[in-house]
């Protein structure tokens, strides 16, 4: 996934665009990969004006990128397997993770003040969690999940917590465990299914917001490396796993 010049690559978020296609952020490069998930081989990819930090994916072949830096959404259309650069909006902090609420809703986390926003997808904010409503719950809330039934999960690796909220942003539950050690990527597979990359403990975990129990899937003895990103294709059952220090930016999981 590498060319000439650059730096290693650090996978900071990974979205399945289809069984055979991600789309990952690369921070340290300043890029944003379109991945043959089959052959590692990269198909496209663009050169962005800051760093990209969170992505996701819209309809109509689109996808969006949080530029934290720039205090920027970056939109990016993809056709014909190549990637191009399309308008941006401002937001007023520093923008950790995105991901889309619905065709028309994105939700946005936060840096400097910790929190989190949801807001249309032409920047009009919508409604607001910061540490005031809260309860000072958000330091790094780096990572966003979004279930099928509307609940959106947000994990903070300062804290060492998730929090999961309605689809009002109601606080309806904050989730520890010793296992959470330092929970960076977040991905919901079911209901009762959250899949964690713990980063400080090298390993995925698997949340059950049902009962909140954390029990242990993959970890150093898997390949697992300081995990900081996973995605989750429920039609090939693969999980997408973005680690901070592997020669492989994305390894692949079959579950």
Request: proline fraction near 5%; glycine fraction near 6%; charged fraction near 20%.
């Amino acid at each position: 996934m590498t060319s000439s010049g650059e730096k290693g690559i650090y996978a900071h978020d990974i979205a399945v665009l289809s069984p055979s296609r991600l789309l990952v952020s690369d921070p340290w490069n300043y890029t944003l990969r379109l991945v043959d998930s089959v052959n590692g081989g990269v198909l496209s990819k663009v050169s962005l004006p800051d760093a990209p930090w969170g992505v996701c994916l819209l309809g109509d072949g689109e996808a969006a990128v949080a530029l934290r830096n720039e205090k920027k959404i970056q939109f990016v259309r993809i056709k014909s397997d190549k990637l191009s650069l399309d308008r941006s909006i401002d937001v007023k902090h520093l923008p950790l993770s995105i991901s889309a609420f619905d065709s028309s809703h994105l939700v946005v986390t936060y840096q400097d003040p910790g929190m989190l926003e949801m807001m249309t997808i032409d920047g009009r904010v919508i409604d607001a969690v910061d540490n005031q409503k809260a309860g000072k719950l958000f330091h790094y809330p780096n990572h966003i999940a979004i279930s099928n039934r509307g609940d959106i999960y947000v994990s903070d690796w300062f804290t060492r917590t998730i929090t999961q909220m309605d689809r009002t942003l109601h606080i309806t539950r904050t989730f520890t465990s010793p296992m959470l050690t330092s929970p960076r990527g977040i991905v919901s597979v079911s209901t009762d299914q959250l899949l964690v990359a713990d980063m400080k403990s090298h390993s995925i975990v698997v949340l059950n917001p049902t009962n909140g129990t954390v029990t242990h899937l993959l970890g150093q003895t898997d390949g697992i490396q300081q995990p900081g990103a996973v995605a989750w294709c429920p039609a090939s059952k693969k999980l997408y796993v973005g680690s901070w220090n592997l020669q492989t930016a994305v390894s692949v999981f079959s579950l």
